[in-house]
């Protein structure tokens, strides 16, 4: 079992900046990488950025150039900066790690942080 807790959103200007937290806790040793999704009222979730542990990322065309996953092994914890916010990025963020033992339905989730970015 794996228990995530994401923290670090909050109310931000159009152009600002945050970052946001993710503290992994548990079996982590089954964990091969962690990502970030978001969600809006009426919409799915979306995959934000995501990062291995071998280092590799991805992200989203949207936030490309303006977000930049990165990980702290010794902590287990894996940060999203976010820079140049804009409204459109207002959402409640969700840490994620897949569940590679019994598939995406047992998938990890953080609780959520909300982001909102005003105009």
């Known amino acids: 079992q794996v228990h995530l807790v994401d923290s670090g959103g909050g109310l931000v200007q159009a152009g600002g900046s945050l970052t946001l937290s993710c503290a992994a806790s548990?079996?982590?040793?089954?964990?091969?990488?962690m990502g970030w999704y978001r969600q809006t009222p009426g919409k799915q979730r979306e995959l934000v950025a995501a990062i291995t542990m071998g280092g590799s990322t991805n992200y989203v065309d949207s936030v490309k150039g303006r977000f930049t996953i990165s990980r702290d092994n010794a902590k287990n914890t894996v940060y999203l900066q976010m820079n140049s916010l804009k409204p459109e990025d207002t959402a409640v963020y969700y840490c994620h790690a897949p569940n590679n033992d019994y598939g995406p339905q047992y998938d990890y989730w953080g609780q959520g942080t909300q982001v909102t970015v005003s105009s």
């Open positions: 548990g079996s982590i040793f089954s964990i091969n990488a």
